[in-house]
């Protein structure tokens, strides 16, 4: 009887937890940008919306994230893609894209920003 009331125990211990856990989640969720609503996503998970859309819309292959930035209303990303792969891939087209998303992580909207060969990009925010 006393082991049957101790695994009822750990198994009320364990739903507390998962509530507290639970309840600790919305709290990081609720995150509120400087005089805006909530956002509802995280950096990562705005990357990443911001990474699928630009790939989706441009059918182009992602070279990564480069810029992911809270606004008011939602979240700035900047992927960069390959435009042309070249042989040897020093001479590879790249270009910088920008998207505009919601706080929930839905496209508003999307521009190119750049093009440039890969290489000749900026160093330390400054063109060479």
């Not at 919306?49 to 819309?57: E, F, K, N, V, Y």
């Not at 209303?73 to 960069?80: N, R």
Request: hydrophobic share 25%; net charge negative; glycine share 12%.
């Amino acid at each position: 009887m006393a082991e049957r009331r101790r695994l009822r125990d750990d198994d009320e211990y364990r739903d507390d937890y998962r509530d507290s856990r639970d309840d600790s989640r919305d709290d990081v969720r609720e995150r509120r940008p400087r005089g805006g609503r909530p956002h509802t996503l995280s950096a990562g998970e705005a990357g990443g919306a911001g990474l699928r859309h630009i790939t989706g819309l441009t059918g182009r292959e992602a070279e990564g994230v480069t810029l992911v930035k809270p606004v008011e209303d939602g979240w700035i990303v900047d992927v960069e893609v390959v435009e042309d792969r070249r042989i040897p891939s020093s001479g590879d087209i790249l270009a910088l894209y920008e998207a505009e998303l919601d706080a929930e992580g839905d496209l508003e909207s999307y521009r190119r920003l750049r093009r440039y060969r890969r290489g000749s990009g900026d160093i330390d925010g400054t063109s060479r």
